[in-house]
T-cell receptor
Framework: AQTVTQSQPEMSVQEAETVTLSCTYD???????LFWYKQPPSRQMILVIR??????QNATENRFSVNFQKAAKSFSLKISDSQLGDAAMYFC????????????FGTGTSLTVIP | DVKVTQSSRYLVKRTGEKVFLECVQD?????MFWYRQDPGLGLRLIYF???????EKGDIPEGYSVSREKKERFSLILESASTNQTSMYLC?????????FGPGTRLTVT
């Protein structure tokens, strides 16, 4: 099974600053999808951003962007101009097209935004 | 918008009870999943289903079973609840390459 590693259990950032959350994964596949999900306290998990492995261009969604390094198997999330509403647990996830739609999740990074 | 609902937000059961957790999605998704979420362990897949009456074991199926009689509904069953099954349970559905999550059920087994 593929493994996804988030080595930062907790991170903090000052409001309006930039923070980067790290994620690495292990796979022998060449085609796959990577995701960042956000889980606010006591609220539903939602998709933040998605990256297809065949695309060289890094995905961006407003203040959220990724740094996808396929050779290094690294997929970090950058949050610019951090806001109080960004405080949440963030999960990195991997999906293979070859394993029956199964998703593999990291252990999560808890982000605190300091006013 | 995709909507995934779970029957309960909070549930307290006694050891040995049979527990049913229900999940319903309204977008005709083929794939549905049950995860368990524990601090420091992330999300671990219990079971998933890619069609009605079809199921596949995930990483931690022991002590659980599932049922999918209708496309929109995926049930997780704890045949005999134990205290080590106290956890947050998340249901998800997906089509193509995105998953949509329900709000979760926090189950406490005493």
């Amino acid at each position: 099974a593929q493994t996804v590693t988030q080595s930062q259990p907790e991170m903090s950032v000052q409001e309006a600053e930039t923070v980067t959350l790290s994620c690495t994964y292990d796979t022998s596949e060449s085609d796959y999808y990577l995701f960042w999900y956000k889980q606010p306290p006591s609220r539903q998990m939602i998709l933040v951003i998605r990256q297809e492995a065949y695309k060289q261009q890094n995905a961006t969604e407003n203040r959220f962007s990724v740094n996808f390094q396929k050779a290094a198997k690294s997929f970090s999330l950058k949050i610019s101009d951090s806001q109080l509403g960004d405080a949440a647990m963030y999960f990195c996830a991997y999906r293979s097209p070859n394993t029956g739609n199964q998703f593999y999740f990291g252990t999560g990074t808890s982000l605190t935004v300091i006013p | 918008d995709v909507k995934v609902t779970q029957s309960s937000r909070y549930l307290v059961k006694r050891t040995g009870e049979k527990v049913f957790l229900e999940c319903v999605q309204d977008m005709d998704h083929e794939n549905m999943f049950w995860y368990r979420q524990d601090p420091g362990l992330g999300l671990r897949l219990i079971y998933f289903s890619y069609d009605v009456k079809m199921k596949e074991k995930g990483d931690i199926p022991e002590g659980y079973s599932v049922s999918r009689e209708k496309k929109e509904r995926f049930s997780l069953i704890l045949e005999s609840a134990s205290t080590n099954q106290t956890s947050m349970y998340l249901c998800a559905s997906s089509i193509r390459y995105e998953q949509y999550f329900g709000p979760g059920t926090r189950l406490t087994v005493t």
